[in-house]
């Protein structure tokens, strides 16, 4: 980023409008970016929107490093799915249940899904008798975008297939010669779910095409989109089906023992095979990043620190790194991290590098012209003071908090007194002032950051507490944060207005343009 610019994280999953089917839309992009400009803010941070395992709200939890997930496709968009068609496979009823979903406070991901399945079924047979079936420049669009993105449409297809085929059970119960990817078995998969792999590809033709629409508008806005590019891949996905060499199914990927968990964390993911990506030349990681260069013009790298040394455990037992040597720890980190950066070009890369950093990892980010996050609570020198964001590196991001921490409203009276009481004078301020002035100056205090990049959560820009998820903890709150109105709702709210035109001001006085 060539400018000092501050940006909204908000995932996809979170946007509303008024014509929207519960869940945020692609083709809401835009009047997003637009919305968020009133503010003042030049970036959006899209969580990870990879297409989910089914009963999966995580975003990272996502069944496939590649493919985008249908749930968030807007069906009045779809060429191939007029109101007729839509009001025909909904019915009374399920327009009933669109207007239910559309009312809920938090995302019902099944309820959404199965509602615009119904009417993406429909829309595709409707393509297969008007397009395909007569090879029209439509059916020569999607054949074309299937053979551009063979790499890794064809598994995923293929994969989504098979697991309706099967219930939807584990790859890993399924014959052995479809977990071991016999080729005469898959050819036989291939002719007998012909159908369902076309449907599949066609959903993941659409959704390229309405990314690639809603991005196009951003730029036209100077609103640049950043997304989120998580570690590794569930054992659950089409990737790990296709790629097992380049996984350790009989591991687990976690974090060692701290003072918060003493045994250590158990993610539950499978770790990388770092000799095999190796000897591939690190493919699978570079048509990632190459991929999410397509998506985005920034993206995070998630837990960047696994790619110098990934902690990997037997189930139940204490685990090691790998690599356990630290002189090998920093070449190999190294290697992979420029493999993605060159296979990145065009956008780029920010590491996510919260917790325990080894000084090599950080000395190799810097060199590499990675920035990383400073979270403005957890940034202090060795006498635990707290660090002004003045001080800051330029090549950072400066963050109040993280879609894992609790928003600033909520956060501040979780704080130590002593941090509180350091936040204040480091802000100038009186503690005994209302909170909209402490807001406004905490606000301040991180738009001063010499970072090239400020972020805030979409809950900050409303002054809101609601979190967007809560690690270690399971419940209906995680990953199903709504924003509480309408992006046409927010724009006619006198409050909403007045709040962002109070960012437009302190972002301009930050120089953040």
Not at 25 to 47: D, H, M, S, V
Not at 53 to 64: F, I, K, V
Not at 485 to 513: H, N, Q
């Amino acid at each position: 980023m060539t400018s000092r610019i501050a940006g909204v994280t908000l995932p996809l999953s979170a946007i509303r409008t008024d014509g929207d089917w519960g869940i945020g839309e692609i083709g809401a992009l835009p009047a997003c970016g637009a919305w968020l400009a009133t503010g003042g803010f030049r970036l959006l941070q899209l969580l990870p929107p990879y297409e989910l395992a089914r009963g999966e709200t995580s975003p990272y939890g996502a069944r496939t490093g590649f493919g985008l997930d249908p749930i968030y496709l807007t069906i009045e968009a779809l060429a191939d799915a007029d109101a007729a068609l839509v009001e025909g496979a909904l019915g009374a009823e399920g327009l009933a249940e669109r207007a239910r979903l559309r009312g809920l406070a938090r995302v019902d991901y099944t309820g959404v899904r199965a509602l615009k399945m119904k009417v993406l079924e429909k829309a595709f047979a409707q393509f297969v008798e008007r397009e395909w079936k007569r090879d029209s420049p439509r059916a020569k669009e999607l054949r074309a975008f299937r053979e551009r993105e063979a790499a890794w449409e064809d598994d995923l297809a293929l994969y989504v297939a098979l697991r309706e085929e099967h219930q939807e059970h584990s790859w890993e119960i399924w014959e052995m010669p479809l977990r071991l990817r016999d080729p005469q078995t898959l050819a036989e998969a291939r002719t007998r779910l012909e159908s369902r792999i076309l449907f599949h590809g066609y959903l993941q033709w659409q959704l390229w095409e309405q990314w690639s629409a809603a991005k196009s508008a951003l730029e036209k806005q100077s609103m640049l989109l950043m997304g989120d590019l998580p570690f590794v891949v569930c054992r659950e996905s089409s990737d790990v089906w296709a790629h097992t060499r380049l996984f350790q199914r009989d591991m687990s990927l976690g974090a060692p023992p701290d003072g918060f968990t003493p045994e250590g964390q158990d993610w539950g993911l499978p770790p990388y095979a770092w000799a095999e990506l190796a000897q591939q030349g690190h493919a699978w990681l570079r048509a990632r990043a190459k991929h999410a260069s397509r998506l985005y013009h920034a993206f995070r790298v998630d837990h960047v620190v696994g790619y110098f040394r990934q902690y990997v455990r037997k189930p139940g037992k204490l685990g090691t790194f790998d690599p356990v040597d630290e002189a090998e720890q920093a070449t190999h980190g190294r290697v992979v991290l420029e493999a993605m950066i060159d296979a990145a070009r065009g956008s780029e890369i920010i590491a996510e590098d919260l917790g325990v950093i080894p000084p090599f990892a950080r000395k190799t980010m810097t060199e590499l012209g990675l920035p990383g996050y400073k979270v403005l609570p957890w940034e202090k020198d060795k006498k635990e003071a707290l660090l002004s964001p003045e001080t800051f590196p330029v090549l950072s991001v400066a963050t109040w908090s993280t879609h894992d921490t609790a928003p600033l409203k909520a956060w501040w009276p979780e704080l130590p007194a002593e941090d509180r009481t350091g936040f204040l004078a480091l802000a100038k301020l009186q503690a005994d002032l209302p909170w909209e002035k402490i807001e406004e100056g905490m606000l301040r205090l991180l738009f001063s950051a010499t970072s090239q990049l400020a972020l805030v959560l979409a809950p900050e820009v409303l002054g809101e507490e609601a979190r967007i998820n809560t690690p270690g903890v399971v419940g209906q709150e995680n990953w199903t944060y709504r924003l509480p109105k309408s992006l046409e709702g927010l724009g006619a709210d006198p409050a909403v207005r007045a709040r962002m035109e109070r960012f437009r001001s302190l972002l301009a006085a930050a120089r953040r343009t």
